[in-house]
């Protein structure tokens, strides 16, 4: 059974950075793409990063793009999202996401808030 379990977050002032991690297990992640998501209070969860097996394709939401890296270590099978320069509005619970034969896998989140 797929587990993932994020760690990192917290608060942080404005202008502050942060780094997620997102620890995978419960079969081979070997050929699939894995994703950071996040949902703020009052709103639906929306995508922030993904980030393909090899690590070479990367796509980011226009809203983090420039201050949020995604990177992979598959030999951890952990994903991580650096998070700097961040701002008011990046306060969310953040969730890290694999699909999987056509399934959507979501581990329980880690909350990040940024006070201005």
């Known amino acids: 059974q797929v587990q993932l379990v994020e760690s990192g977050g917290g608060l942080v002032q404005a202008g502050g950075s942060l780094r997620l991690s997102c620890a995978a297990s419960?079969?081979?992640?070997?050929?699939?793409?894995m994703g950071w998501f996040r949902q703020a209070p009052g709103k639906e969860r929306e995508f922030v990063a993904s980030?393909?097996?090899?690590?070479?394709?990367?796509t980011y939401a226009d809203s983090v793009r420039g201050r949020f890296t995604i990177s992979r270590d598959n030999a951890k099978n952990t994903v991580y999202l650096q998070m700097n320069s961040l701002k008011p509005e990046d306060t969310a619970v953040y969730y890290c996401?694999?699909?999987?034969?056509?399934?959507?896998?979501w581990g329980k989140g880690t909350s990040v808030t940024v006070s201005s």
């Open positions: 996401n694999v699909k999987v034969l056509g399934m959507d896998y």
């Open positions: 980030i393909s097996w090899s690590g070479g394709v990367t």
């Open positions: 419960g079969r081979t992640f070997r050929g699939y793409a």
